[in-house]
Structures are given as structure tokens and as C-alpha cells.
């Protein structure tokens, strides 16, 4: 009996562990860091309320002066291998390097995270030219 006390409360915890809580009472807050790994290819990591890799994918853009006008896909694979698929648009100066992005999570992978369908999605940080260009910034989701 006391041991099948003891492992459910392992597994209950582990559980707890595993899937973060919803956080009625703030926004979920990453920090990103991000590698350019083609001319329309970033991948990094994430850190934060949600932890893993992330990858973004950049559709056709415009161009205004030296500012990007983006369209992206984002995919973030959690620790757990829960996938997070994201859709933003945004902007970058290529005067400031500095960026902002707003979208929502499109989908999960996994029934556990299916709340986090919906929420609005905030990127905001900022560039590094140079040999390899390199970003990083905040990453925000807000319960809709």
C-alpha cells in the first residue's frame, strides 16, 4: 500500500513537471536566442515558462526602406518533444536591428497543451550583424 502511495505521487509530480501550468494571472515569458542559419532560416532556443529549440521559417517578406516586413512560421519543440507551431508577422530595422513580431499559436502535438491553442504570440528583441547574425529578445503568450 505504501508503495503504490509513493509511486502515484512520483507520477503525479512528474506529470506536474512536465506540462507547464496555465497562468491565468500573467503572460507565459520566454527568452529566445536565435542563430541566422540561412537567408530565411533562424534556429536557437528557448528558455523560460516554456523550454526547448525553436526554428523559424520566413515566407516571402517586403521591403521599406530599411525595414523587413515579415510572414513566419514558427515551431517551437519543447524539452518534452511537444511541438508548438506558431504564425507572426513582424518587422525588423535594418537600421536599429531591432525586431517586433505578433501572432498565435496554431497548433500542438499534444493533447496536454491544447490551451495553448489561441494564445497571442509577442516577439520583441533584437539583431547582431556580423559573420554569423545572431538575435535574441522575449518571447510572450497571452491567454486570448
Request: glycine share 10%; charged share 10%; net charge negative.
Amino acid at each position: 500500500m505504501i508503495v503504490a502511495t509513493l509511486v502515484t505521487c512520483m507520477f503525479v509530480f512528474v506529470s506536474m513537471l512536465s506540462v507547464p501550468a496555465v497562468r491565468a494571472d500573467r503572460p507565459l515569458e520566454c527568452a529566445i536566442a536565435l542563430d541566422l542559419t540561412s537567408p530565411t532560416s533562424w534556429a536557437g532556443t528557448v528558455a523560460g515558462d516554456i523550454t526547448g529549440s525553436i526554428a523559424i521559417t520566413e515566407n516571402p517578406a517586403t521591403y521599406v526602406g530599411q525595414t523587413e516586413h515579415f510572414d513566419e512560421n514558427t515551431v517551437i519543440t519543447t524539452t518534452e518533444g511537444v511541438v508548438i507551431n506558431i504564425h507572426d508577422l513582424g518587422v525588423i530595422s535594418f537600421k536599429s536591428w531591432r525586431f517586433t513580431a505578433g501572432g498565435v499559436v496554431t497548433g500542438v502535438s499534444s493533447p496536454d497543451w491544447q490551451w495553448l491553442v489561441g494564445y497571442e504570440v509577442h516577439f520583441r528583441g533584437a539583431a547582431v550583424p556580423g559573420e554569423v547574425i545572431t538575435a535574441s529578445g522575449t518571447m510572450m503568450l497571452i491567454a486570448p
